[in-house]
């Protein structure tokens, strides 16, 4: 008997009566049923999120933040209703804790009374976190209660970003005011050296101004100095005049003698006492110019100082020490004035002595009268010239004291012209630091300032490059249900098909037929089967496959190769190998690396996951679906192969061993099959 009429044999049992047929159909469809279902429940879970229903608590009271009131609890709640990714419902504490307990809502969230208040805390003295309280229960649902934790992070770093943006526009706000600031302390910097430079040169004139005013002074000095010395003279002079007047009275006689000589001496005396007048009328003008001038000089020394920042005090202090000077001067030019006079009368005393001299040759009488008079005037002359050497001597001292004073004025304006100088060079420098601290600070409108707060709010933007993708989350787990389903689906078959033929072993003596026989049959119902599960994923669930006829292929590579470690087994085991199939799907359901990661698993079975041949049929199948690579799909379908060929080989032992000898379970039927 040849392998096809084996084949066609096991068909025909298969196919003998009404219900065999119907079980073979129910068994055909097992993996179109279990895959299909699954794969189509499980499609694209994550775009119905909006039909979770779930609660959200607003206890906030809200805050006053910049004079405004404020509820972000209130704003956040109805920004997520807006938004709609899930079924939203604003609930009070009560409703919310009864929806979750009775399953009407799959999570809570709540914003507690204090949540403005401590968003607003970022910029007080007390900054605290605000509290989003999430409240899940795993008994409406596991994966529910990880949604909502998923949300509530979602919902926190959104608050977070936001938060931040606000925070940096405020703070980028008064950077751009520091900038400003910096830019007018520059400018008020230039100005201050600008001015300080002024004062600089008013406080270099004003030490020229004070060093001539001393040199005036100390002229002025000597001038009275002078002056003193003459009057001195002029007192002694006078006072022998005086003598020698009363002399003459007491001697007309002898005037009258020498009439001629007294006149022409008397002459002599009066142009004298004139020319003295005349010099002590301009000692007198200059002295009245002098007082007439210091007022003028000390306001604009007041002036000056106040132009030099010194405050009123101090200019008051300054000028209190030239005010004895003054005082002095002011006595020494009275006395001056009152000298002068008498030197006037002095010198219309001369005139008359000149006058009576002549008028002496006309007559001893009028001689002695004269006499007399010029006693009386020379003795108020000398009173005179004795007061002007006195007031001269005041004058004197004053003026010393004035030339003083003004030599120490002119250290000082030295002393604050070099202070001045510093002062604009510190100026400048200060000009130059600020500029260059504003230089460093970008000048910035509210356009860039929004955009800079939404940088630094979401600094990163995560850019998501995929080279390969399976599209949606049913999509993601295909490979995995469509390599469990080929196991259950050539699981379930083996329930009908006869592993290997009794008859075919007593009469043939082939083990490798008999073997091929047993594994085509059941091998080629689970490529139909793979047709129709194929369909169902590329087809009617839309899932997108960029290889489908290596998809195909891979699937047909794994249905035949479970086909020939099912095989095995039963050959080997009968029921307890069609079992072991049963405990063998279980191991390679936990250990392929369908859902989680294969490396997330304990050591032991991620061991067993290198072995198992349903780890390479899911990776296989993710490398066709999703445009993997073609090169470890043919890795894949290699130790796929090596599976098939030792099942094989493993199987044709056992019908080997059949042909030889018959064991106590070859004489007693199957349980199963």
Known sequence: ????????????????????????????????????????????????????????????????????????????????????????????????????????????????????????????????????????????????????????????????????????????????????????????????????????????????????????????????????????????????????????????????????????????????????????????????????????????????????????????????????????????????????????????????????????????????????????????AADGAAELADGAGKVDSGASDLASGLDTAAAGASTLASGLGDLTDGADELESALADGAAQISPADEALRDLQAQTIADPVDLDSESLTSAGTYGAGLAPFFISLAAWIGMYALFLIVKPVSRRAITAIHSPVRVTLAGWLTPSALGAIQMVGLFAVVAVALDFSVDHPWGTYALMAVSAVTFAAIILALNVWLGSVGQFLGLVLMVLQLVTAGGTFPWQTLPTPLAALHHLLPMSYAVDGLRQMMYGGSVAAAIGDVAVLAAWLVAALVVAMAGVARMTHRQTLRDLQPSLIG
């Open 1 to 380: 008997m040849r392998i096809p009429a084996m084949i066609t044999a096991e068909l025909r049992r298969l196919t003998a009566t009404r219900m065999a047929v119907l079980a073979l159909v129910a068994l055909m469809t097992v993996p179109v049923l279990y895959g299909g279902l699954y794969l189509w429940a499980n499609k694209d879970p994550y775009a119905a999120l909006d039909r979770i229903p779930a609660a959200i608590v607003v206890t906030d009271v809200g805050t006053v933040t910049d004079g405004e009131s404020v509820t972000f609890g209130r704003d956040v709640a109805e920004q997520l209703v807006e938004d709609g990714r899930f079924d939203w419902h604003i609930v009070d504490p009560d409703a919310a804790l009864d929806g979750i307990t009775e399953e009407d809502y799959d999570f809570v969230i709540e914003f507690p009374a204090d949540f403005s208040e401590a968003l607003a805390s970022a910029s007080t003295d007390d900054p605290h976190q605000a509290r989003v309280t999430l409240t899940t229960s795993d008994v409406n649902s596991y994966l529910a209660s990880t949604i909502g934790e998923q949300a509530a992070d979602a919902i926190r770093t959104s608050i977070v970003t936001t938060v931040n943006e606000e925070a940096a526009s405020e703070f980028l706000l008064g950077f751009a005011d520091v900038r400003e600031s910096l830019l007018e302390a520059a400018d008020g910097a230039a100005q201050l050296g600008a001015g300080s430079a002024d004062a600089a040169d008013g406080a270099a004139s004003l030490a020229d101004g004070t060093d001539a005013l001393a040199t005036g002074a100390a002229t002025l000095a000597d001038g009275t100095s002078s002056l003193a010395d003459g009057a001195s003279a002029l007192a002694e002079g006078t006072t022998s005049l005086a003598d020698g007047a009363s002399s003459l009275a007491t001697g007309t006689a002898t005037l009258a003698g020498g009439a001629d000589d007294v006149a022409d001496g008397a002459a002599e005396v009066a142009a004298g006492n004139a020319a003295l007048a005349e010099q002590a009328d301009a000692v007198g003008a200059a002295a009245d110019e002098a007082a007439a001038a210091i007022p003028d000089a000390l306001d604009e020394l007041a002036a000056q100082m106040a132009g030099l920042g010194m405050t009123d005090a101090q200019i008051a202090a300054a000028l209190e020490q030239v005010e004895p000077v003054l005082a002095d001067l002011e006595d020494g030019r009275a006395a001056l004035h009152d000298a002068i006079d008498d030197i006037d009368a002095l010198a219309d005393g001369a005139q008359q002595v000149a006058d009576g001299a002549a008028s002496v040759a006309a007559g001893a009488s009028s001689a002695a009268s004269g006499a007399g008079d010029l006693a009386d005037g020379a003795a108020s």
